[in-house]
Structure formats: C-alpha cells, structure tokens
C-alpha cells in the first residue's frame, strides 16, 4: 500500500510543480516558452497517472482484502 501512496505523493507534487509553472505563463505571458503548450499536455499526462494509480491501488486492494471502499 506504501508504494500507491508514495507514488501518489511524487505524482501530485509534479503536477503542483507544473501548475504553477503554468500560472506564472499566464502572469508573464511575455516570458512563456514558445512550447508552453506541451506543459498542458505534461498535467495531463501526471494526471492520468494518478488516475491509473489509484486505479492499480484499487485493484490490489480487492485482490487483497476482496474488498473496496468508495
């Protein structure tokens, strides 16, 4: 269970780091790379790994105590 929630941990922090590197390309959209749109598609991609994490967490719990909690 430790190994989802660690993972959930380094996942979440990533997507904090890049929305606030987002926000600051909205506040200084003067200073925002040419590629700023490939760190959109990075806080979707995080985000679609903390989904599939929580949805591996949700399998190996069932496969452990047979069943889940909301």
């Not at 380094?10 to 790379?33: C, G, I, T, Y």
């Not at 700023?36 to 452990?64: E, F, Q, V």
């Amino acid at each position: 269970m430790n190994r989802y929630i660690d993972k959930q941990n380094r996942l979440q922090s990533a997507v904090d780091k890049v929305v606030n590197k987002l926000h600051e390309f909205k506040n200084n959209p003067a200073q925002a790379p040419e590629n700023w749109n490939s760190w959109h598609d990075l806080h979707d991609r995080l985000n679609n790994r903390l989904i599939d994490n929580w949805k591996a967490y949700k399998s190996w719990h069932w496969d452990t105590y047979h069943f889940n909690a909301y």
